[in-house]
């Protein structure tokens, strides 16, 4: 049977049941397009669940919230006190058989068994999995207990799963320590994977509770924060009992302290310590007794342009406010960026994701959607991980960027500039750039090799090596040199500079494929239901026929690159013969002239956009063509038509824009935009690191 729903379940508390919905939905939404999420029972109606609030903004699923769950524990034990058992595991089918029928697949999360009365003595969770028809996924708890009661919960669990009559999808073990996940591996052996047993190593930070779970969870007063300050994490608890010059002995990285607001000593010495390199940067401040601190120092910390620390307040006294902090539970937030990447990274290094996607096969379908769309770019990028280099690291966005992609293992990230500098600045944000390598290139031992490198290939022009060697001073000429010379992977710069200063070093240095005249763009066009790629939006104003034929042959191989089956519009203002001119004629050649290089390549012009991507228009403007209606790359006849298309698409429609993606070098150097956010350059990255892929196929 057509395996359409999967019921995720954890008997014990910080499981991690929302790190493994979230890992299963990631791969639903690579898959499907249509995919729904439910609770059969929450705890309080009364108030919105944490998990469904999270997965419905996370993957912006079309699901209002109150279709996404059944009952909540109340009503469940009321009828279950009354006997009604049966009639309310009828009510959540009939919920439940609805969302089957509107989407595609329906991913279910179960309710704690500590939520639930004790007078309830079966497992209601896998009750109700058995009549949804919905294969069973567990997960156990491994932090409390030993190698040896951790297998036999697995054997257990797996005996009771299917005594029950419930299809068991898979086991997940999480919150493993080192000793304990290399015990388990060997005793599981042949299990792991085969059986759909998958060990999850312990990951400290996403057990840190951040300021948003302190805010909440306290009531706390925010008297000084800044918007990204809510995510930051809370490693230590600290009270600001000691005279100063004792105190800042005892601080360390993500210290929460808690301070009384008249002790203006602390106060100042900890945001000292903040712009000191000597010592160490505290996360927080926390006011007992909601205290205000004196005037002149609210004064003076409210001056503070930058690098500020949150403070807050919270009614309790010192001991306390200790005492109700160290009761907060970490969650993971829709905007917990950080705790995000930590979760997919260890997902997806864990788990068996092909077995787990031949296991839905039969529920895929061809519709693609952006979110599908940028799984698949970050999956592909992994599958075969490259260095890429940013140039640009002064920028915040591109350090955000930087640790989302190292965060998912997506790519080895190369940072130019003063190690200490950028190591002061990522730290100071809140990030971990530990693995990134950092060059500083103003004093690089590369710089003689670049230098004389591009004298080489330069002096023929005129060059000194005087100029060479100032050149490569040149953030993007030394990051452009990386990359011709091996250092590096790709390159991704533009956020700051023009995307003449990207393109420039790349057509001196890296230069063109043998088989392509001209460098061009493209842009994926994320559509609700499709992605469709044009070119040439970005680089080349009024292409000849020659050109315009090399741009649609560039972007075929690129849509090809990226899993989308290219079918090649050559656009313009006539479709066939319905129109004559020289913009006409010009599409007309250099149609011919792809059909002369690439016979297997479907390709159509000249076409106007709508017989291009409309069935119902194509049937009437081109009946017999294979291409009209169905176009998935676009090729604009000129600068000025593709440009304005691409934008009018994007903010009429709601698109998601991705690029340009430089198309014809040697080696992939890529360009942002000067009003990029974080988003686009993870993407950017990613697509990067795929062409490094594809280039190193075509050499091999």
């Known amino acids: 049977m057509q395996i359409k729903s999967l019921f995720i379940s954890a008997q014990e508390i910080n499981a991690g049941t929302l790190l ?12 499907l397009h249509r995919v729904a999420f439910f609770r059969p029972i929450i705890y309080d109606k009364s108030k919105r669940d944490g998990d469904i609030d999270f997965i419905l903004q996370r993957y912006d699923l079309d ?43 329906v991913l279910c999360e179960g309710i704690r068994r500590s939520f639930l009365s004790t007078n309830i003595n079966y497992d209601l969770n896998i009750k109700i999995a058995q009549n949804f028809g919905s294969p069973y996924i567990n997960i156990i708890n491994a932090k409390e207990d030993n190698p040896k009661e951790i297998y036999e919960s697995i054997q257990i669990e797996d005996e009771n799963i299917r005594a029950q009559g419930c299809i068991h999808f898979a086991t997940f073990v999480n919150r493993l320590d080192e000793n304990k996940y290399t015990a388990l591996e060997k005793k ?3 299990d792991i994977c085969e059986k759909g047993t998958y060990l999850l190593a312990e990951v400290d930070e996403l057990s840190l509770i951040s300021i948003r779970d302190i805010i909440e969870s306290l009531d706390a007063k925010e008297v000084l924060i800044s918007p990204q300050d809510y995510t930051r994490s809370i490693k230590n608890i600290k009270v600001g009992a000691l005279s100063l010059d004792n ?13 009384p607001a008249d002790r203006s000593d602390i106060i100042l010495g900890i945001l000292g310590a903040i712009y000191s390199n000597n010592y160490r940067n505290p996360s927080a401040i926390v006011f007992p007794l909601n205290m205000k601190m004196h005037p002149n120092i609210e ?28 009761r907060v539970h970490s969650r993971i937030r829709v905007n917990s960026d950080r705790k995000i990447a930590l979760a997919l990274g260890l997902f997806n290094s864990s788990v068996n994701i092909a077995y787990i996607e031949n296991k839905i096969a039969d529920s895929i379908n061809e519709i693609m959607t952006p979110l599908m769309f940028e799984y698949k770019l970050f999956e592909l990028a992994r599958s075969n991980k490259k260095r890429i280099v940013l140039p640009e690291a002064v920028d915040e966005r591109i350090l955000r960027a930087a640790e989302i992609i190292l965060l998912r293992d997506v790519a080895d990230i ?18 971990d750039l530990s693995k990134a390598t950092i060059i500083d290139h103003r004093n690089s031992a590369y710089i003689q090799e670049f230098s004389h490198t591009l004298y080489e290939l330069r002096k023929e022009k005129g060059l000194s090596y005087q100029v060479a060697e100032d050149t490569i001073a040149n953030i993007n000429y030394f990051a452009t040199m990386m990359v011709q010379l091996g250092y590096a992977d790709g390159m991704v710069s533009g956020a700051i500079g023009s995307t003449s200063e990207t393109i420039r070093p790349a057509l001196q240095i890296i230069k063109t494929t043998p088989e392509t005249s001209i460098v061009s763009s493209v842009f994926f066009m994320c559509l609700a239901t499709k992605v469709l790629v044009y070119g040439d ?46 913009d006409v004629d010009k599409v007309k050649e250099a149609t011919k002239i792809v059909r002369e290089k690439d016979k297997e390549l479907l390709v159509e012009g ?27 790359v676009l090729v604009f006849p000129d600068l000025n038509t593709g440009n304005n298309t691409y934008k009018a698409v994007q903010r009429s429609s709601g698109a998601v824009a991705i690029g340009p993606i430089l198309q014809g070098l040697n080696k992939p150097i890529n360009d942002l935009s000067r009003g990029c956010l974080v988003p686009d350059i993870v993407n950017t990255i990613a697509i990067t690191a795929i062409q490094a892929g594809e280039n190193e196929c075509k050499l091999q």
């Open 20 to 31: 493994i919905s979230m890992g299963m939905m990631e791969i639903l939404k690579r898959n």
């Open 63 to 105: 699901l209002e919230y109150e279709d996404a769950y059944g009952f909540d524990t109340d009503y469940v034990e009321n009828m279950i006190a009354s006997h009604k058992t049966n009639t309310l595991i009828n009510q959540i089918i009939t919920k439940f058989k609805k969302l089957e029928h509107d989407y595609d697949f």
């Open 188 to 190: 599981l052996q042949g």
């Open 247 to 259: 105190f800042l002995d005892h601080i360390e990285d993500g210290d929460l302290v808690i301070v």
């Open 299 to 326: 004064k003076l910390v409210l001056g503070l342009e930058q690098f500020s620390i949150p403070l807050i307040s919270v009614t309790t006294d010192t001991y306390t406010t200790a005492k109700n902090i160290s």
């Open 414 to 431: 190369i940072l130019l500039g003063s190690e200490e500098e950028l190591r002061e600045n990522y730290l100071r944000l809140g990030l």
């Open 537 to 582: 939006c970005a680089v080349n104003q009024d292409p000849n026929a020659q050109e315009l034929a090399q741009i649609a042959l560039s972007s075929a191989q690129t849509a090809k690159a990226f899993g989308i089956e290219p079918k090649v519009a050559m656009l313009s203002y006539s479709t066939g013969e319905s129109a004559k001119g020289i």
């Open 606 to 632: 000249p076409i106007q956009y709508d017989a291009a991507v409309n069935q119902h228009v194509s049937s009437k403007k081109l009946p017999n063509s294979k291409i009209a209606g169905n176009a998935s």
